[in-house]
């Protein structure tokens, strides 16, 4: 346990850092579950509300350092690749 003020300030945010990441990344995850299973459902109209917010999350993963750009660019384009493939 830190002794000095400083220290025991940055335990605290960065324990509070490390929530909000969790939360964050848990909050791509999901939503990209999501629309993979209304993909799998074929259900187009939903696939492209649930594309939207599915962006948001994964941009905001990508913002804050969660996930790497790379990753990001490779993730959304799968995805829309895959809402666009739905009716083929």
Do not use: W, Y
Not at 17 to 22: F, Q
Not at 46 to 56: G, V
Not at 76 to 83: A, G, I, N, T
Request: glycine fraction near 2%.
């Amino acid at each position: 346990m830190p002794n000095i003020k400083s220290a025991k300030k940055r335990v605290l945010t960065s324990k509070r850092k490390c929530d909000e990441n969790i939360l964050v990344e848990s909050r791509m995850k999901n939503s990209i579950k999501k629309l993979e299973k209304t993909i799998k459902e074929g259900n187009k109209d939903e696939a492209k509300e649930l594309l939207n917010t599915t962006f948001k999350n994964i941009d905001k993963a990508q913002d804050i350092n969660i996930v790497h750009e790379n990753k990001a660019a490779r993730l959304k384009s799968r995805l829309q690749k895959s809402v666009n493939n739905l009716t083929k």
